[in-house]
């Protein structure tokens, strides 16, 4: 069956993350010639640290341009890998600036003419610095032939601004086994980085016994008011120790940050995790939530502090109430929202680039 589709490469600058490898893994489960790259695994460039400042130096006095990022690998490498592969589509996961310059990937597009594509997956967290949006816009956005955003709002923005065809591609879920008979003795549990938002909202919630993990955390624990600093650890949780934090807590709570928020944008890949493993999900309210689930049936969701406060203590009151939800919400992803799906929708719009 890989004869039917041409060979994609997935570039993935993100690899602590799941999505890209979420992503090639299905690709392959439909038949498709996918292969995924972790960009972080090339051999980086001998005394970077030496040269790197020294760089931005000269590209700033000399060629007067205010923000340049340096990338750290080795650019060779990382071209022979490309040609090794000969793709007809590279999928970048969420930048490339800092692994390879534009120049060198646009002369390797030119040598083996494939299509370069941009899974983005964090534009919206630019609009707090305009220059870094700039920067963003000029010397990543510009070089590609699509744009594949996490965010419909900020695709339809980019596109407006770019003439670029962009695509509004929601992230995916794993095919997780449901949660394991543990006994859920915490109420609430919460993963994410430092964030005012998340912070004043956390907050209010003091009264619950709760699981706050995060290692930025530790870069603003002054702010934290002393009541609630007991209930965060300064690290992160990923794998299966967030499987285990998920499975012993009765409510996850998804707190997007406050600059997404404010583009009424932001679903982000713990909101079909988490239901894919039948927990039960409290997320503040965005319109791109109602476009997948069904607020009520599937997860729950926020719009004002006093509203989060009553649901939370509602659904700690009512197992039942609790329990129907989180059952809903993973036969709805399992259903309609799972990698494979996400899979076959990126097929459809790479036909169209």
């Not at 341009?65 to 071209?79: C, G, M, T, W």
């Not at 597009?109 to 816009?137: A, C, P, Q, Y």
């Not at 409510?251 to 406050?258: A, D, G, K, R, S």
Request: charged share 30%; glycine share 6%.
């Amino acid at each position: 069956m890989k004869g039917d589709y041409n060979r994609i490469l997935i570039l993935d600058c993100l690899p602590r993350l799941s999505m890209g490898k979420s992503l090639a893994d299905a690709l392959v489960n439909q038949g498709a010639d996918a292969i995924w790259v972790n960009a972080y695994q090339f051999p980086k460039k001998p005394l970077f640290k030496v040269t790197r400042p020294l760089t931005k130096l000269k590209k700033s006095w000399m060629e007067n341009i205010r923000r340049y990022s340096v990338p750290k690998f080795k650019e060779k490498a990382v071209i022979n890998r490309i040609k090794e592969i000969r793709p007809d589509y590279i999928l970048v996961v969420g930048y490339s600036y800092k692994i390879i310059t534009t120049e060198a990937l646009l002369a390797c597009k030119k040598e083996l003419g494939f299509k370069l594509l941009l899974w983005d997956t964090d534009s919206g967290n630019f609009i707090r610095h305009h220059d870094r949006m700039n920067f963003f816009v000029e010397c990543e956005l510009k070089k590609y032939d699509g744009i594949l955003s996490f965010s419909k709002s900020m695709g339809s923005y980019l596109q407006s601004l770019l003439d670029i065809p962009c695509y509004f591609f929601s992230y995916g879920a794993p095919v997780l086994s449901p949660m394991p008979e543990v006994q859920k003795d915490r109420d609430l549990f919460f993963a994410g980085n430092r964030n005012m938002r998340r912070l004043v909202l956390l907050g209010q919630l003091k009264n619950y016994e709760m699981a706050i993990y995060g290692e930025e955390w530790e870069k603003i624990r002054k702010l934290i008011p002393h009541d609630v600093l007991p209930s965060y650890t300064m690290e992160d949780c990923f794998g299966d120790k967030l499987i285990g934090e998920i499975s012993r807590s009765k409510i996850i709570l998804n707190i997007t940050n406050q600059y997404l928020f404010s583009l009424g944008t932001g679903i982000n890949l713990r909101i079909p995790e988490v239901m894919s493993m039948g927990g039960f999900l409290l997320s503040d309210h965005y319109e791109e939530l109602d476009m997948f689930y069904s607020v009520g049936k599937d997860l729950e969701t926020f719009k004002t502090m006093e509203e989060l406060t009553d649901k939370v203590d509602f659904y700690l009151k009512n197992d039942a109430a609790r329990e129907k939800v989180a059952k809903q919400g993973r036969e709805t992803v399992l259903k309609y929202h799972t990698w494979d799906h996400r899979a076959r929708e990126f097929l459809d719009i790479v036909k169209t680039i």
